[in-house]
């Protein structure tokens, strides 16, 4: 099975310079519904291609409202999905550490 990366942002908290040299910092703001709807049709219409999500970004936790959209959409399709999530970490709440023990999220 396959692993399919989800950029939910290039925006981030701090200022690495490994990102900066990527100018990941060009693009601002969250994944639009767009292209969340296309992912996850792309999903609905591979089933059982990817055995893993990743979530990067930028800061993904920036936008924990989305992880936690596709995590339940996407687990809907497969339940046997496994999900990672780059983070610095920085963003993490209470609130984002029950969406990644109820989704199995392996940061």
């Given at each position: 099975?396959?692993?399919?990366?989800?950029?939910?942002?290039?925006?981030?908290?701090?200022?690495?310079?490994?990102?900066?040299?990527?100018?990941?910092?060009?693009?601002?703001?969250?994944?639009?519904?767009?292209?969340?709807?296309?992912?996850?049709?792309?999903?609905?219409?591979?089933?059982?291609?990817?055995?893993?999500?990743?979530?990067?970004?930028g800061?993904?936790?920036?936008?924990?409202e989305?992880?936690?959209?596709?995590?339940?959409?996407?687990?809907?399709?497969?339940?046997?999905?496994?999900?990672?999530?780059?983070?610095?970490?920085?963003?993490l709440?209470?609130?984002?550490?029950?969406?990644?023990?109820?989704?199995?999220?392996?940061?």
């Amino acid at each position: 099975m396959k692993t399919l990366v989800i950029p939910v942002t290039y925006d981030c908290n701090l200022h690495c310079p490994w990102c900066t040299e990527k100018n990941t910092h060009t693009i601002k703001g969250a994944i639009t519904q767009n292209h969340i709807d296309t992912i996850l049709n792309h999903i609905k219409n591979n089933k059982n291609t990817y055995g893993t999500i990743t979530f990067q970004g930028g800061e993904p936790l920036l936008y924990p409202e989305i992880i936690q959209h596709f995590t339940e959409e996407i687990t809907k399709l497969q339940p046997h999905t496994q999900y990672q999530l780059y983070t610095n970490a920085t963003q993490l709440t209470f609130s984002t550490l029950e969406l990644i023990y109820r989704h199995k999220i392996n940061i």
